[in-house]
């Protein structure tokens, strides 16, 4: 062989072992879930390690895309954004959501028993919040404009459980409509 070929072959065999280093095993992508074990957060982080910047905050049971793994680390889609996502807060199966504590709410946990697209229909120019529990003082998940299409899982009271842009919650029946606009 001659020793340009050598030299060639040894990079290619290097380059390829570094590549698998960076990021391993999926042969495609995998749907998992957040899974914090409570009703923590997880953050996405631009890097993966837990000093960088995150670039957002997803509850238990956000459906992410997991594109590849490296060292504990997810590499995620999740609402149009990709970063890193610790493997050990994901999970294949959906997270039960967390009973409130309030008693006012002890029997709100969802039953997923439809799967209906609304839109999100204010009635003024404003956003609708989605919440972390069914209650207008519940901490809020995000705001989303009018004729944002929700998939409805459930209803419990007056609140819908909803999944929109990744993210799931809760957000006021009476500003959900059949259509855009309606």
Same mark, same amino acid.
């Given at each position: 062989?001659?020793?340009? %070929?050598?030299?060639?072959?040894?990079?290619?065999?290097?380059?390829?072992?570094?590549?698998?280093?960076?990021?391993?095993?999926?042969?495609?992508?995998? !749907?998992? &879930?957040?899974?914090? /074990?409570?009703? /923590?957060?997880?953050?996405?982080? +631009?890097?993966?390690?837990?000093?960088?910047? +995150?670039?957002?905050?997803?509850?238990?049971?956000?459906?992410?895309?997991?594109?590849?793994?490296?060292?504990?680390?997810?590499?995620?889609?999740?609402?149009?954004?990709?970063? &890193?996502?610790?493997?050990?807060?994901?999970?294949?199966?959906?997270?039960?959501?967390?009973? #409130?504590? *309030?008693?006012?709410?002890?029997?709100?946990?969802?039953? #997923?028993?439809?799967?209906?697209?609304?839109?999100?229909?204010?009635?003024?120019?404003?956003?609708?919040? %989605?919440?972390?529990?069914? *209650? !207008?003082?519940?901490?809020?998940?995000?705001? &989303?404009?009018?004729?944002?299409?929700?998939?409805?899982?459930?209803?419990?009271?007056?609140?819908?459980?909803?999944?929109? /842009? /990744?993210?799931?919650? &809760?957000?006021?029946?009476?500003? %959900?409509?059949?259509? #855009?606009?309606?």
């Amino acid at each position: 062989m001659k020793p340009t %070929l050598r030299v060639f072959c040894a990079v290619m065999l290097i380059l390829a072992l570094a590549l698998g280093c960076v990021h391993t095993g999926l042969a495609d992508s995998v !749907t998992m &879930y957040v899974s914090t /074990g409570n009703s /923590g957060r997880l953050n996405l982080r +631009s890097l993966p390690t837990v000093q960088s910047d +995150s670039l957002g905050l997803y509850a238990n049971g956000t459906l992410v895309t997991v594109e590849s793994t490296q060292s504990g680390w997810a590499y995620v889609t999740v609402g149009g954004l990709k970063g &890193y996502m610790m493997l050990s807060c994901l999970s294949y199966a959906a997270p039960v959501q967390p009973v #409130p504590t *309030s008693p006012a709410w002890a029997a709100a946990t969802p039953v #997923p028993t439809e799967d209906t697209t609304l839109y999100i229909q204010t009635g003024n120019t404003g956003k609708l919040h %989605l919440r972390e529990q069914p *209650s !207008t003082t519940a901490h809020s998940l995000g705001l &989303y404009p009018n004729g944002t299409a929700v998939q409805v899982t459930a209803r419990v009271g007056n609140f819908a459980f909803v999944r929109v /842009g /990744g993210m799931t919650g &809760y957000m006021m029946q009476k500003f %959900l409509a059949p259509a #855009p606009g309606a």
